[in-house]
């Protein structure tokens, strides 16, 4: 019963932190130094990749009409006006397909380095230095945006060349825990002059297929054989994360649109102070 509660302890913390622009990451290598699941190193690199989808389907819930691509419901911009081309949301493709230019860096990345990246930067050094850095940037940039007129102020505006410069901020948080993929990706398209509601939402519509691509790659890569009891913890980590994320989810776009980030960013800064603190008295990192 113990690991039920740590798996939902993780379930939480996934649901909050992979939409707050904090690194569910780092926080899931802080936790995992207080409240260990009783499983093999192989299972919990695993669990942490696929309980995200959990998350992910929360995103689909909320923004379904905003990311389907079929239909009529909806449809503004349909392929055409008779025949099949009047169930395609022309629109939504074009979205789609930006997104999957996002993601190349980070599938490339992905790939070829996942695990030299879990053995070399998963600790917690990494994870508190990434949490500084970027609470710094975010809180640069925010002072920096807000003496700027933002030029995008939809997700159908953003350019090809801004999907591919989003693609590339999300890259560090492929390589360094502790960064936030959303994080990355929405203090960068700040910076470059999309608007934080249009810069949120893409960057939970790029979360679909970035974890959906990483679990499966997780799974195929996985070699153990899994038990009732592993999947009784994966599916209780998932379900919490769907649950959670609903309301962050919600909550967060009512936040951005009267606030900045850069409350965020201190906390980054502050709990990535705590972090190096608690690992030089020895009391995670042993």
Not at 263 to 276: H, K, P
Request: aromatic share 16%.
């Amino acid at each position: 019963m113990l690991d039920y509660f740590v798996a939902f302890l993780f379930g939480i913390v996934e649901g909050i932190t992979e939409w707050l622009p904090v690194s569910s990451t780092g926080h899931m290598i802080i936790l995992n130094e207080f409240f260990k699941l009783n499983v093999s190193e192989e299972f919990y690199s695993l669990y942490l990749v696929v309980i995200q989808l959990g998350a992910i389907l929360a995103v689909v819930l909320i923004f379904w009409w905003d990311i389907w691509p079929f239909g009529t419901k909806y449809n503004k911009h349909p392929l055409s006006k008779e025949g099949f081309g009047k169930y395609i949301k022309k629109d939504k493709f074009i979205m789609w397909f930006k997104i999957l230019v996002a993601c190349i860096p980070a599938a490339i990345i992905g790939v070829l380095f996942d695990d030299w990246i879990d053995e070399h930067f998963y600790n917690y050094v990494v994870v508190a230095i990434a949490l500084i850095v970027f609470g710094v940037a975010f809180i640069i940039v925010e002072n920096w945006a807000k003496k700027r007129t933002f030029r995008v102020d939809t997700v159908a505006e953003i350019s090809w060349a801004d999907a591919a410069l989003i693609g590339v901020f999300q890259l560090f948080a492929a390589i360094f825990p502790g960064t936030s993929r959303s994080g990355s990706t929405i203090v960068g398209s700040i910076g470059i002059g999309i608007k934080r509601e249009a810069a949120a939402k893409f960057t939970f519509y790029l979360a679909v297929p970035v974890m959906f691509g990483a679990s499966l790659l997780k799974i195929i890569k996985y070699e153990g054989d899994v038990t009732g009891h592993e999947i009784g913890l994966l599916l209780v980590g998932m379900v919490t994360a769907f649950i959670v994320s609903i309301f962050i989810i919600k909550g967060l776009m009512a936040y951005i649109r009267k606030h900045d980030f850069s409350a965020f960013g201190w906390y980054r800064i502050i709990l990535g102070v705590l972090v190096l603190i608690l690992g030089a008295l020895g009391v995670i990192g042993k």
